[in-house]
Nanobody, 115 residues
Framework: QVQLVESGGGWVQGGGSLRLSCAVS????????MGWYRQAPGKQRELVAS???????NYADSVKGRFTISRDNAKKTVYLQMNSLKYEDTAVYYC?????????WGQGTQVTVSS
């Protein structure tokens, strides 16, 4: 089965930056659109950003202008650069295929932003 390994989370003060990485074990990574999702305590998981195979991107309104999604097909890795972090960005962040996700989700990476 596909493995998704997220990393790069941590604690940061409001206004700070983090860069998340997600390594994906699939031979057809370059053909898949990928997304970063997040789930805050007591809330449903939501899509934060997506990147297609042609590298076109889309962002949730709440992160537009602050987050940047990118991909390295040679490394089978998708990234999320997060700048100007806000308290409300605190969540566990996951990557997965988009729009149709794999049944399996990785362990995610915790992002905590202090106000």
């Amino acid at each position: 089965q596909v493995q998704l390994v997220e990393s790069g989370g941590g604690w940061v003060q409001g206004g700070g930056s983090l860069r998340l990485s997600c390594a994906v074990s699939t031979s057809i990574f370059s053909f898949n659109a990928m997304g970063w999702y997040r789930q805050a305590p007591g809330k449903q998981r939501e899509l934060v950003a997506s990147i297609s195979s042609d590298r076109s991107t889309n962002y949730a309104d709440s992160v537009k202008g602050r987050f940047t999604i990118s991909r390295d097909n040679a490394k089978k890795t998708v990234y999320l650069q997060m700048n100007s972090l806000k308290y409300e960005d605190t969540a566990v962040y996951y990557c997965n295929r988009w729009p149709s996700t794999y049944a399996y989700w990785g362990q995610g990476t915790q992002v905590t932003v202090s106000s």
